[in-house]
């Protein structure tokens, strides 16, 4: 009885922690990242939260496979929403739900936007920490790995959001 009472106990509390929303996207506490939502302003002198940021290509440095298509848009809040299972066609989309991406965080540290992601899967979750850099209109994330020597710097261009476009906020 105390067994199957522990094990009730732990499922509570593991479900507790995570969660997945009506979009099958999965959301976790802030508890889950080592940064807090950005609070300085200067950030946005860097990044632009009027915009979508859609990705170009990737350079990548003694790592294999290849960039898939996605888009970032950027929250007043700390937040910041990777859309990668679908194509945003903000011509013909009338809604940019952020229901529909993948939740992180941004926050300035020492003049450079670190960015999180929190992924997780089936068999394993992981912590990503990315730096952006910021060239003339070009948003560069670099992502670095366990071997210091391999990294991947992902490349996108600003895309203004049309006026009939509805931004709804972040549900993290």
């Known amino acids: 009885m105390i067994r199957f009472l522990t094990s009730i106990f732990t499922?509570?509390?593991?479900?507790?922690?995570?969660?997945?929303?009506?979009?099958?996207?999965?959301?976790?506490?802030?508890s889950r990242f080592t940064i807090t939502p950005n609070s300085d302003n200067r950030a946005y002198a860097i990044i632009d939260t009027n915009v979508i940021y859609r990705f170009v290509k990737d350079e990548r440095i003694n790592i294999s496979g290849s960039g898939n298509p996605r888009y970032y848009k950027f929250y007043s809040n700390g937040?910041?929403?990777?859309?990668?299972?679908?194509?945003?066609?903000?011509?013909?989309?009338?809604?940019?739900?952020?229901?529909?991406?993948?939740?992180?965080?941004?926050?300035?540290?020492n003049n450079d936007i670190i960015v999180q992601f929190y992924n997780s899967n089936a068999n394993a979750s992981e912590l990503t920490n990315q730096k952006i850099e910021v060239r003339n209109d070009t948003?560069?994330?670099?992502?670095?790995?366990?071997?210091?020597?391999?990294?991947?710097?992902?490349?996108?261009?600003?895309?203004?959001?049309?006026?009939?476009?509805?931004?709804?906020?972040?549900?993290w």
């Not at 593991?14 to 506490?29: A, D, I, L």
């Not at 560069?140 to 391999?150: C, F, H, R, T, V």
């Not at 992902?154 to 709804?168: A, Y």
């Open 139 to 171: 948003l560069i994330l670099i992502s670095k790995y366990n071997n210091p020597d391999a990294e991947i710097k992902s490349f996108f261009i600003k895309e203004n959001i049309s006026n009939h476009v509805l931004i709804t906020k972040p549900d």
């Open 11 to 30: 499922i509570l509390c593991f479900s507790s922690c995570m969660r997945y929303n009506e979009y099958g996207h999965y959301r976790v506490g802030l």
């Open 79 to 109: 937040r910041i929403a990777e859309f990668y299972d679908r194509i945003v066609n903000l011509k013909t989309d009338n809604i940019l739900e952020a229901k529909k991406a993948h939740m992180g965080y941004y926050k300035l540290v």
